[in-house]
């Protein structure tokens, strides 16, 4: 409890390096072992940070369809490996495809779990973060509305899917090119929302005087503090020290 | 269905369409359990307007957002055509046809969204607070197309916080408060 205190109280510039150090792994690593050492690392990461394993578990079942998806695409359209099932000449489940499906999932599964640390800092304390790293406010406003808002995008889709099946659509009984038919429907309201919603945004913090001084004034300041050097520092050795064992 | 902002109506109309699923007792739709009905054979029966009609607006133009639904049910391209321009002169849309719908006035954007609800030809409405930002003038309007469609025998359900325009087409009004029923005319009344 105190542990998580810890790491969820580090300064959200700390968990920006964790976050980087992390996903950066998850694209430069090939091997699908060296993978799930580091998938393992931001599993057991994410733990200390107090981050829900359900949400996790939600999103990795999201996966299972990529996963099956890429492992057959991954079998018939590479050469090498042993066909475990065949269609004929055609391997459509191969152990070359199984590896390389996995291999997709886990850099997915590791960006995802990962970003989920950077949600245990308020938005605000992200701007303030990006500011103190010279980046400009706008951009680091962006971000956190980004942040803000992707939660609610979801929640949006979910709910034009369901406007769109109380038209009479009825999903189950389309057949799969219908369906995704149906799927690009979802796409014009999800743009037009996103539109609308980042215009009135825009003119809400013009209008409170977003942009008004060249210079910012902020009554939170963060000063990192010894452990969020050691843990940045460490992540950043670590990571050096991890490619230097293996390459 | 009449009550202040917060008494539960949205809710309630949620849960009728099978929105929502009720944590308590059941709804019926012709005598079946809501909880067993998927969205689209509810939809095919029930038409739901939402509070806001950009919710229920997908296609890039007026025309398209009539005619996609009956596309996509397989229906054949004549009798979709009339569907829609009949649809499209009985709201006064037919001058907006090549429109991009999300640039619509809010009057404009209301009557697509009652009109592709329509379309479908259900046999019954919930109406999600229609009156929400329609001036006097499309409120006389919508009420217009109402008592039309009361006279071709759609049942509907109205949810609104204004009582006159509610109670004006009324055969039963029910008043909500706090997520409880206070007040149901819990008889059929004969239409103002």
Request: charged content about 20%.
């Given at each position: 409890m105190i542990l998580t205190e810890r790491f969820t109280g580090l300064?959200?510039?700390?968990?920006?390096?964790?976050?980087?150090?992390?996903?950066?792994?998850?694209?430069?690593?090939?091997?699908?072992?060296?993978?799930?050492?580091?998938?393992?690392?931001?599993?057991?990461l994410a733990a200390l940070f107090g981050v829900g394993?359900?949400?996790?578990?939600?999103?990795?079942?999201?996966?299972?369809?990529?996963?099956?998806?890429?492992?057959?695409?991954?079998?018939?359209?590479?050469?090498?490996?042993?066909?475990?099932?065949?269609?004929?000449?055609?391997?459509?489940?191969?152990?070359?495809?199984?590896?390389?499906?996995?291999?997709?999932?886990?850099?997915?599964?590791?960006?995802?779990?990962?970003?989920?640390?950077?949600?245990t800092?308020?938005?605000?304390?992200?701007?303030?973060?990006?500011?103190?790293?010279?980046?400009?406010?706008?951009?680091?406003?962006?971000?956190?509305?980004?942040?803000?808002?992707?939660?609610?995008?979801?929640?949006?889709?979910?709910?034009?899917?369901?406007?769109?099946?109380?038209?009479?659509?009825?999903?189950?009984?389309?057949?799969?090119?219908?369906?995704?038919?149906?799927?690009?429907?979802?796409?014009?309201?999800?743009?037009?929302?996103?539109?609308?919603?980042?215009?009135?945004?825009?003119?809400?913090?013009?209008?409170?005087?977003?942009?008004?001084?060249?210079?910012?004034?902020?009554?939170?300041?963060?000063?990192?503090?010894?452990?969020?050097?050691?843990?940045?520092?460490?992540?950043?050795?670590?990571?050096?020290?991890?490619?230097?064992?293996?390459? | 269905?009449?009550?202040?902002?917060?008494?539960?109506?949205?809710?309630?109309?949620?849960?009728?369409?099978?929105?929502?699923?009720?944590?308590?007792?059941?709804?019926?739709?012709?005598?079946?359990?809501?909880?067993?009905?998927?969205?689209?054979?509810?939809?095919?029966?029930?038409?739901?307007?939402?509070?806001?009609?950009?919710?229920?607006?997908?296609?890039?133009?007026?025309?398209?957002?009539?005619?996609?639904?009956?596309?996509?049910?397989?229906?054949?391209?004549?009798?979709?055509?009339?569907?829609?321009?009949?649809?499209?002169?009985?709201?006064?849309?037919?001058?907006?046809?090549?429109?991009?719908?999300?640039?619509?006035?809010?009057?404009?954007?209301?009557?697509?969204?009652?009109?592709?609800?329509?379309?479908?030809?259900?046999?019954?409405?919930?109406?999600?607070?229609?009156?929400?930002?329609?001036?006097?003038?499309?409120?006389?309007?919508?009420?217009?197309?109402?008592?039309?469609?009361?006279?071709?025998?759609?049942?509907?359900?109205?949810?609104?916080?204004?009582?006159?325009?509610?109670?004006?087409?009324?055969?039963?009004?029910?008043?909500?408060?706090?997520?409880?029923?206070?007040?149901?005319?819990?008889?059929?009344?004969?239409?103002?």
């Open positions: 300064d959200p510039r700390t968990k920006l390096v964790l976050v980087m150090v992390l996903s950066s792994l998850g694209v430069i690593l090939q091997e699908v072992l060296l993978l799930g050492i580091v998938w393992f690392l931001t599993l057991s394993w359900r949400p996790i578990l939600r999103r990795s079942r999201m996966l299972f369809g990529i996963f099956a998806a890429m492992a057959i695409i991954q079998s018939v359209f590479t050469t090498g490996g042993h066909g475990f099932l065949w269609l004929g000449p055609v391997s459509v489940i191969s152990s070359l495809g199984l590896e390389r499906a996995g291999g997709v999932v886990l850099r997915l599964l590791i960006v995802v779990v990962s970003a989920s640390i950077m949600a800092s308020s938005p605000r304390e992200i701007v303030q973060g990006l500011s103190q790293w010279r980046i400009p406010y706008e951009l680091a406003f962006m971000v956190a509305v980004a942040i803000r808002f992707l939660p609610l995008l979801r929640q949006e889709a979910l709910e034009t899917l369901t406007a769109l099946q109380l038209r009479g659509v009825a999903l189950e009984q389309l057949p799969w090119g219908r369906r995704l038919r149906v799927y690009s429907y979802l796409l014009m309201p999800m743009i037009a929302g996103v539109m609308s919603k980042s215009k009135e945004l825009a003119l809400a913090v013009e209008m409170r005087g977003f942009r008004a001084y060249s210079q910012r004034t902020a009554y939170r300041v963060l000063r990192p503090r010894p452990f969020d050097y050691a843990v940045g520092g460490g992540m950043l050795v670590g990571m050096g020290l991890f490619l230097w064992i293996v390459y | 269905m009449i009550g202040p902002n917060g008494s539960g109506k949205t809710t309630l109309g949620k849960v009728l369409a099978g929105i929502l699923k009720p944590t308590e007792g059941r709804a019926f739709l012709a005598g079946k359990d809501t909880r067993t009905l998927s969205l689209g054979a509810i939809g095919q029966a029930v038409g739901y307007l939402f509070q806001e009609p950009e919710r229920q607006i997908f296609a890039p133009s007026v025309y398209e957002e009539l005619a996609f639904v009956l596309r996509l049910q397989g229906k054949p391209p004549d009798v979709i055509d009339h569907a829609v321009n009949t649809m499209l002169g009985r709201f006064d849309l037919s001058a907006l046809r090549d429109r991009f719908p999300f640039s619509l006035s809010r009057g404009e954007k209301q009557r697509l969204a009652l009109a592709a609800v329509l379309v479908n030809s259900p046999d019954y409405l919930i109406l999600d607070e229609p009156t929400t930002g329609l001036d006097l003038k499309n409120k006389r309007r919508l009420g217009g197309y109402l008592e039309e469609l009361l006279d071709a025998g759609v049942g509907m359900m109205i949810i609104s916080h204004d009582r006159a325009f509610a109670t004006g087409y009324a055969t039963r009004v029910i008043e909500l408060s706090g997520g409880v029923v206070i007040r149901d005319s819990d008889r059929t009344l004969h239409r103002a």
